[in-house]
């Protein structure tokens, strides 16, 4: 009976990524040919680069939300982290010192995260939502409002430049290779198996022999260390360090994250689904913003996205389930 209900599981998460990613191609062509100056190479590399703190961000957070947690304080993570490199670099310390330091804070606020959820048992919801008012406001105590620019143009060049003369983004790489890092260790790994089986059953995995607390601990970890990295890129990007940069940023990992076919509740996703769900969502906001839309009108996007993924899995299985009866 198991065997056969994995199987179902895994035939229709199969499903979803299917239809998910035939729709983000859907998206893409019907864009390219009606709004102007979508499909030109130089709003791709604008395209990549929107995208970037999402896609980044997403990857350890389809993680941690496949064990039935979640973080929502990603965002604020990013912009302490660009607002401790602005202070830094106010203070006149070398760039090479500057970005190992942002990674370790990230790794850092992270952790507080882990030990709150997995050493004290609080609800991640709680936790983070209170984290990402703690880490805001740190930001703001940092830099206060006042932004900080100049940084070297070696580093602002790289990450808007492209490879070569090609209009591929230098910024693809990383968001590649860690995707491949990511996807390798949740779909090839002993630690991929233990975060399914964890988000399936925690106590099952516990009388199995896993360590539901360490894994999740290190999950927050890797999500806080990246939400660091998407901090540094995106300063880097703007060339401002800003105490509000990547406000709103965590909306839209989760609204892609559950768009891929993650389940909120836990024991179910893969990463090409949310691959697919952040290129749907950074698709649709890029040419709603060439076609003038409002920033409020693209949060309203984000929110029935977000409301979408939730509910449209929900509902299939609640329609299968009536036709078996």
Not at 157 to 168: A, H, K, L, R, Y
Not at 283 to 291: D, E, I, K, V
């Amino acid at each position: 009976m198991s065997a056969e209900l994995t199987v179902t599981r895994t035939a229709r998460l199969a499903n979803w990524n299917v239809a998910i990613i035939a729709i983000t191609v859907l998206v893409l062509i019907v864009a390219a040919a009606t709004v102007d100056s979508f499909g030109t190479s130089r709003n791709f590399g604008f395209l990549v680069l929107d995208l970037l703190p999402i896609a980044l961000v997403a990857l350890p957070m389809t993680l941690v939300i496949v064990t039935g947690e979640i973080d929502l304080s990603v965002a604020s993570s990013l912009g302490l982290s660009s607002a401790v490199m602005g202070y830094l670099w106010n203070a006149n310390q070398p760039i090479e010192t500057i970005i190992p330091l942002c990674l370790l804070l990230g790794a850092v606020l992270g952790a507080v995260n882990g030990f709150f959820v997995t050493f004290l048992g609080l609800p991640s919801l709680a936790v983070t939502i209170g984290t990402l008012a703690l880490y805001r406001g740190l930001a703001f105590v940092v830099l206060g409002d006042s932004a900080v620019a100049d940084f070297p143009a070696l580093y602002t060049d790289w990450v808007t430049g492209t490879i070569g003369g090609t209009p591929i983004p230098n910024v693809l790489i990383v968001i590649v290779v860690l995707a491949v890092v990511f996807g390798v260790v949740l779909h090839a790994t002993p630690v991929g198996r233990a975060v399914f089986a964890v988000g399936a059953s925690e106590q099952a995995a516990r009388f199995a022999g896993l360590r539901p607390g360490r894994l999740k601990f290190w999950l927050y970890v890797a999500s806080g260390l990246v939400a660091g990295l998407a901090g540094v890129l995106w300063t880097l990007r703007y060339s401002s360090a800003r105490a509000d940069n990547g406000a709103g940023l965590e909306l839209a990992v989760v609204a892609a994250v559950l768009l891929g076919g993650v389940s909120i509740f836990g024991g179910r996703g893969a990463l090409p689904g949310v691959i697919a769900g952040v290129v749907l969502l950074g698709a649709l906001q890029n040419a709603l913003r060439l076609s003038d839309v409002s920033n409020e009108a693209l949060n309203v996007v984000t929110g029935v996205l977000l409301i979408v993924s939730v509910l449209a899995p929900n509902l299939a299985r609640s329609v299968l389930q009536r036709r078996r009866t």
